[in-house]
């Protein structure tokens, strides 16, 4: 097998996996009895495992401090979301502002 077709493989192997992990909590919701206080833990503990993605990949590049000018975009970017803005306008904000503080020489 070479080694393109090798590559394939993983990649199909790995969208079934992901379907059908994903398809499995909406068939065995029904199935299986969850408390209400387990649901509210799994609900704040997929906005602290976001949390700390969006922090990590925010604050670090190369396992070292990515600059001030990334994080004032991520800082922009969690203010307009906050005041629901458009995601369209989010993202450019938040690129806007990081590409003018390098502009400006802030790392």
Not at 12 to 20: D, K, M, R
Not at 21 to 36: Q, Y
Not at 49 to 65: C, G, H, P, S, Y
């Amino acid at each position: 097998m070479n080694q393109s077709m090798l590559v394939l493989v993983g990649v199909l192997v790995l969208a079934v996996g992901t379907y059908t992990f994903r398809l499995a909590g909406p068939l065995l919701r029904t199935r299986a009895e969850v408390s209400e206080r387990v649901e509210t833990l799994l609900a704040d503990a997929a906005i602290v495992l976001l949390m700390a993605v969006l922090t990590t990949t925010a604050l670090t590049q190369d396992q070292q401090f990515a600059g001030f000018a990334r994080l004032s975009g991520v800082l922009v970017a969690g203010v307009l979301a906050w005041r629901k803005a458009p995601f369209v306008a989010i993202v450019l904000a938040a690129a806007l502002t990081t590409a003018l503080l390098r502009l400006a020489g802030v790392a």
